[in-house]
């Protein structure tokens, strides 16, 4: 993609709305563009991002043994009525009533659709264990919105929905669930830390969120230094095994939010091994036993005969939040540092002379080679000066920077950049190509 043809809106001053860091640079960067409080467009470069959370989300969800549907955001509010949390979820539901005078909202979660699809077509234990998801736009109606994506009122939410026969097997379903975002978290380049959590409006007794540490986070963090560096459960993972063990490992040291926070156990951790930080929450896993199933009527014939109610959980990734949460732990002075697999492109490919045959015709061999290895590349091809065509690359923080002038193009050199790093080295075209191409 060429830079000259590609909408790319960057700011070079500050917005004075923009609090914290991943807001700044997210506007600065041309990602989004706030529409109304808490409610943001995506521009080209924000949504491809986006795009790739997402589909990291849904990989690891299919590999879990997850289903994916997609449920409106528009939902009727006697669903709302017949679980009672219609009045108990608060003024952050916006409620809807359409010109035919019937009560409507717009969703801010799904238990209650996915319990009323449930119960009209499953009606044997022999069907479970069930686990459906979806990826959908989502809506609260937040009395501050602030900072950015991180806690806008329209928001996009990976939420899947566990339906088994009785509490031991909604555990196992929920036992996948913590490992998928162990792995998931992972992918993107992140240290998430699951921690023991209130379970709030959505119900029940069992929660975990995974939170990653940043400075600007909303939650102060207490956990043991060995939670931050634990092996991650690897690609050849039994889902259909006992993955207790696993959350027997993760669970058995210290990790918890000042709100779940026990000062006595935490001071039986040795000092050294004790951190203390700022979080963010990135995920939330919930057991909820029967509180929907049981209201609604999402009964099942048991194997013994008799009617029950099926045992659910529910499990969130916020994807649109993920986007500024990266950014959070994920940025220096100079802007956004993308970790490779959810970078909006792989290579930053700058020509400091535009026009100079010798200078195009090198870019022009590069971004085809690149492009042919399978990365993706975005071309500098305009004519801004060489300081300004740095300072945007570093912005936008894709995770290599090749650049390509006069004199190296003449030599048959160019100049690689890491930008994590920040590491530059002076290679030839061909050992450019090769470094860059057989990198994951």
Not at 203 to 223: M, N, P, R, Y
Not at 268 to 292: L, S
Not at 333 to 359: H, M, Q, R, Y
Request: glycine share 8%.
């Amino acid at each position: 993609m060429r830079l000259s043809r590609y909408f790319l809106p960057i700011l070079r001053e500050t917005p004075k709305e923009a609090e914290i860091v991943s807001h700044r640079l997210m506007l600065r960067a041309g990602m989004i563009r706030q529409q109304a409080a808490g409610i943001y467009s995506w521009l080209p470069m924000g949504f491809a991002v986006l795009k790739k959370i997402e589909q990291i989300v849904r990989e690891e969800q299919n590999r879990a043994g997850a289903q994916e549907v997609l449920m409106p955001t528009i939902q009727p509010a006697d669903l709302w009525m017949e679980s009672g949390r219609i009045n108990a979820y608060g003024p952050e539901l916006l409620r809807i009533t359409d010109r035919h005078e019937r009560a409507m909202l717009f969703g801010p979660t799904n238990e209650e659709m996915i319990t009323d699809i449930f119960r009209t077509h499953v009606k044997s234990y022999k069907a479970l264990p069930l686990n459906l998801y979806h990826i959908q736009w989502k809506f609260r109606d937040e009395v501050r919105p602030r900072f950015g994506v991180m806690r806008g009122r329209e928001f996009l939410m990976k939420d899947a929905y566990s339906f088994d026969i009785d509490a031991d097997a909604a555990k196992a379903a929920y036992q996948r669930m913590f490992v998928a975002y162990l792995r998931t978290f992972s992918r993107m380049g992140l240290t998430a830390i699951p921690m023991r959590a209130d379970t709030g409006p959505i119900g029940g007794d069992l929660s975990h969120e995974f939170i990653i540490l940043a400075d600007t986070g909303e939650s102060e963090v207490f956990c043991h230094r060995a939670m931050l560096d634990k092996p991650i459960p690897g690609e050849d993972t039994d889902f259909s095994a006992d993955l207790s063990p696993i959350i027997d490992d993760w669970t058995s040291l210290y990790a918890a939010t000042d709100e779940m926070h026990d000062e006595a156990a935490f001071d039986a951790i040795p000092e050294a091994d004790r951190v203390t930080a700022r979080g963010i929450e990135i995920g939330h896993i919930f057991y909820f036993g029967e509180k929907y199933s049981k209201p609604m009527g999402a009964v099942v014939m048991g194997p013994d005969g008799e009617e029950k109610p099926v045992h659910m959980g529910s499990y969130g990734v916020g994807v649109s939040r993920l986007v500024g949460a990266v950014i959070e732990a994920c940025h220096d002075e100079n802007g956004i540092i993308w970790p490779d697999e959810i970078a909006p492109f792989d290579i930053g490919l700058i020509n400091l002379k535009p026009g100079n045959a010798e200078t195009d015709a090198m870019v022009d061999r590069l971004e085809a080679a690149f492009e042919a290895a399978g990365k993706s590349v975005l071309v500098d091809d305009t004519d801004q000066r060489a300081g300004g065509k740095f300072a945007s690359m570093d912005l936008i923080g894709l995770p290599w920077q090749v650049v390509v002038g006069p004199r190296g193009a003449g030599e048959g050199t160019v100049e690689i950049k890491r930008r994590a790093t920040g590491e530059k080295h002076t290679v030839s075209e061909a050992d450019a190509l090769t470094r860059l191409t057989t990198r994951p």
